[in-house]
């Protein structure tokens, strides 16, 4: 079941925050977060655990409510950098490890 | 992580053909994978590959059409099979562990004409 992310795109300006959620119907083991740019692979930001941390790489952090089947990603004070399609990747206990189910994505877009 | 060199990186390829795309990882990995993926959209998992073992296809996907090679613990292969129009795609591999992430190759980026 693929997980549902909100919102589709979203355009900030440089500096500004926004936060993109990711939603599961299944119970989850682990949420996977990636960025990818236009035209290049999708690059590894982290990784929630069930009964883990809140993680976070540079200004950018993340949750995972495990009773809700969710988890958010947060960036903030956003640079030109963080533009690009973000897609959270899902593992439930139903599948095989590392078979990661991939939300359509969220299009950010940050502007100077 | 996991460094992973992918090829070829795109071609075009005529229809009732196979092409045949690489995977090479830096370190020694159990789980290889292989995903497509449609220009601005999703990715969607292919297959698993393990080492040693049969590949374990995602509903949709059949060996016959994409058949799989695992060689060893740093190197796979995917072939998609008598091409159509409908295999026009990105295709990338995909490798690591679990706690750390994992790493994508570059993609092939796949015309069928």
């Known amino acids: 079941q693929q997980p549902v992310q909100s919102p589709q795109a979203v355009i900030l300006r440089e500096g500004e925050d926004a936060v993109i959620n990711c939603s599961s119907s299944?119970?989850?083991?682990?949420v996977h977060w990636y960025r990818q740019k236009h035209g290049e692979a999708p690059v590894f930001l982290m990784i929630l655990l069930k009964g883990g941390e809140q993680m976070r790489h540079e200004k950018i952090s993340a949750s995972f409510n495990e009773k809700k089947q969710q988890s958010s990603l947060y960036l903030t004070a956003s640079q030109l950098s963080y533009s690009g399609t973000y897609f959270c990747g899902t593992e439930d206990y139903g599948g095989s490890q590392g078979n990661l189910i991939f939300g359509k994505g969220t299009k950010l877009s940050v502007k100077p | 992580s996991a460094v992973i060199s992918q090829k070829p990186s795109r071609d075009i390829c005529q229809r009732g053909t196979s092409l045949t795309i690489q995977c090479q990882v830096d370190s020694q990995v159990t789980m290889m994978f292989w995903y497509r993926q449609q220009p601005g959209q999703s990715l969607t998992l292919i297959a698993t590959?393990?080492?040693?073992?049969?590949?374990?296809?995602e509903s949709g996907f059949v060996i016959d059409k994409f058949p799989i090679s695992r060689p060893n613990l740093t190197f796979s292969t995917l072939t998609v099979s008598n091409m159509s129009p409908e295999d026009s795609s990105i295709y990338l591999c995909s490798a690591g562990s679990g706690l750390s992430g994992y790493t994508f190759g570059s993609g092939t980026r796949l015309t069928v004409v």
């Open positions: 299944k119970a989850l083991y682990s």
């Open positions: 590959a393990n080492q040693g073992s049969e590949a374990t296809y």
